[in-house]
């Protein structure tokens, strides 16, 4: 079993930063692929970006590509999101998830462990 427990959420203007964790505990950080997704009101989750294992490779949906940027701390059995020049169409609810995969996970239905979520909102 993995827990986590996503922090970082709030309240930002539009054009404005803001960077999410996700601190994992219970089995060897390592192991496991990390993801980003969000789900916005009245709206279906959907995958932001991913980081494999060791970090070294990432993906991002289009809608995020050049404003986000994923990356992980293994040391401290974290993920992080720096989400940059905010859009409105950002706010969501973001949560994280886990795979204990080597490769690089996209697809929601292979995440296995989910954090509950931090919220997002985006003033413009």
């Known amino acids: 079993q993995v827990q986590l427990v996503e922090s970082g959420g709030g309240l930002v203007q539009a054009g404005g930063s803001l960077r999410l964790s996700c601190a994992a505990s219970?089995?060897?950080?390592?192991?496991?692929?990390m993801g980003w997704f969000r789900q916005a009101p009245g709206k279906e989750r959907e995958f932001v970006a991913a980081?494999?294992?060791?970090?070294?490779?990432?993906y991002y949906a289009d809608s995020v590509k050049g404003r986000f940027t994923i990356s992980r701390d293994n040391a401290k059995n974290t993920v992080y999101l720096q989400m940059n020049s905010l859009k409105p169409e950002d706010t969501a609810v973001y949560y994280c998830a886990a795979d204990q995969s080597f490769r690089l996970v996209t697809a929601e239905n292979e995440y296995g462990y989910w954090g509950q979520g931090t919220q997002v909102t985006v003033s413009s």
């Open positions: 980081i494999s294992w060791g970090g070294g490779r990432t």
């Open positions: 219970g089995r060897t950080f390592t192991n496991y692929a």
